[in-house]
């Protein structure tokens, strides 16, 4: 396996640092993250607000150029985008589509959609099935797999609700991203079962951790509030050497992209990847 940083849980660095850092740290790849941001509110950056490490969506087929020279001068590879679009964004996904193209870049993130409460979820899902038909046909067009994300509140929660939904399309044009950590807070499945159930549509990993923690509410008729945590790569619920040793069962010699959110506690952010690698590459060993 190849082991990539998701530019996302880096927002310090802007990304001529990012790549150095990144590369520094031993790492195979960079994972960019690729979306038209807003600003930080406290005027930090920070993961999903003013991060430095993120291309414009607007701006990302003229940043081409600039992006491919300045990875391919720190040594590192791109195993896919980290973008933010939605299914019916056909335009969008388009023009992406054929920017990841001439960059190199195989594999992109498409999303299944979040689920909608308001909605029935059978007009929801047929709804979205039908929008990524039409988004694998132009991965086609272009060369690339779009992959929807295993990721809680969405429409594929889990490995079998992702399955499903691609169920049908040509696996070397859509996907799935096995998240383990979005599975903490979300359809938690044992890792084996769930990769398998994924069959040809697993194309791309990402390791976080997390838990399910009170939130310190108790309501008036005692029911307890839980809420989730961001917790580092071996303090979380998911097992990450039990899943590691899974991926290696089924044969899976990808890319596993990280995507720390946890605190950095005394570290600081390079001590962290560092770290983070160090503890994947032994527990891959083992």
Same mark, same amino acid.
């Given at each position: 396996?190849k082991?990539a940083?998701?530019?996302?849980s880096?927002?310090e $660095?802007?990304p001529?640092?990012a790549?150095?850092?990144?590369?520094?740290?031993g790492? +195979? /790849?960079?994972?960019w =993250?690729v979306?038209?941001q807003? +600003?930080s509110?406290?005027g930090?950056?920070?993961?999903?607000? /003013?991060?430095r490490?993120?291309?414009?969506a607007?701006?990302?087929?003229?940043?081409v150029?600039a992006?491919?020279e300045?990875?391919?001068?720190? /040594?590192?590879?791109?195993?896919? %985008? /980290?973008?933010y679009?939605q299914?019916?964004q056909?335009?969008?996904i388009?023009?992406?589509?054929?920017?990841? !193209?001439?960059?190199g870049? =195989?594999q992109?993130?498409?999303?299944?959609?979040?689920?909608e409460? +308001?909605?029935n979820?059978?007009?929801q $899902?047929?709804e979205?099935?039908?929008q990524?038909?039409?988004v694998?046909?132009?991965a086609?067009?272009h060369?690339?797999r779009?992959?929807?994300?295993?990721h *809680?509140?969405?429409?594929?929660p889990?490995? *079998? !609700?992702?399955?499903a939904?691609?169920?049908?399309l040509?696996?070397e *044009?859509?996907g799935a991203?096995?998240?383990i950590?979005?599975m903490?807070?979300e359809? $938690?499945?044992?890792y084996r079962?769930?990769l398998?159930?994924?069959?040809?549509?697993?194309?791309h990993?990402?390791?976080?951790n997390?838990a399910?923690?009170?939130?310190?509410?108790t309501?008036d008729?005692g029911?307890?509030?839980?809420s989730n945590?961001?917790l580092s790569?071996?303090?979380g619920f !998911?097992?990450?050497?039990a899943?590691?040793?899974?991926l290696?069962?089924?044969?899976?010699?990808?890319?596993?992209?990280?995507?720390?959110?946890?605190? %950095?506690g005394g570290?600081?952010?390079?001590?962290r990847?560092?770290d983070?690698?160090?503890?994947?590459?032994?527990?891959?060993?083992?």
């Amino acid at each position: 396996m190849k082991f990539a940083v998701f530019t996302v849980s880096v927002p310090e $660095w802007a990304p001529a640092e990012a790549v150095q850092r990144i590369a520094e740290a031993g790492y +195979d /790849g960079v994972e960019w =993250r690729v979306t038209d941001q807003q +600003d930080s509110p406290t005027g930090m950056p920070s993961f999903w607000a /003013g991060n430095r490490c993120t291309w414009p969506a607007s701006s990302f087929p003229d940043d081409v150029p600039a992006i491919k020279e300045l990875t391919d001068d720190a /040594g590192l590879e791109m195993p896919a %985008l /980290g973008t933010y679009l939605q299914p019916g964004q056909f335009e969008q996904i388009d023009t992406t589509m054929r920017a990841a !193209a001439q960059l190199g870049v =195989r594999q992109l993130r498409v999303s299944s959609g979040g689920y909608e409460a +308001d909605r029935n979820v059978t007009g929801q $899902w047929n709804e979205r099935r039908k929008q990524y038909a039409e988004v694998a046909r132009l991965a086609a067009q272009h060369g690339v797999r779009a992959n929807i994300e295993i990721h *809680h509140q969405q429409l594929t929660p889990s490995p *079998h !609700a992702a399955a499903a939904f691609l169920d049908g399309l040509d696996p070397e *044009h859509a996907g799935a991203i096995f998240d383990i950590g979005n599975m903490v807070w979300e359809g $938690w499945t044992e890792y084996r079962f769930g990769l398998e159930a994924l069959g040809p549509y697993l194309a791309h990993v990402q390791v976080k951790n997390g838990a399910v923690v009170t939130s310190g509410v108790t309501r008036d008729d005692g029911t307890v509030e839980w809420s989730n945590a961001q917790l580092s790569l071996r303090e979380g619920f !998911a097992d990450i050497p039990a899943f590691l040793t899974a991926l290696t069962q089924v044969g899976y010699d990808g890319w596993v992209s990280v995507e720390d959110f946890s605190d %950095l506690g005394g570290q600081t952010r390079a001590e962290r990847i560092a770290d983070n690698l160090a503890y994947l590459k032994q527990a891959s060993a083992d």
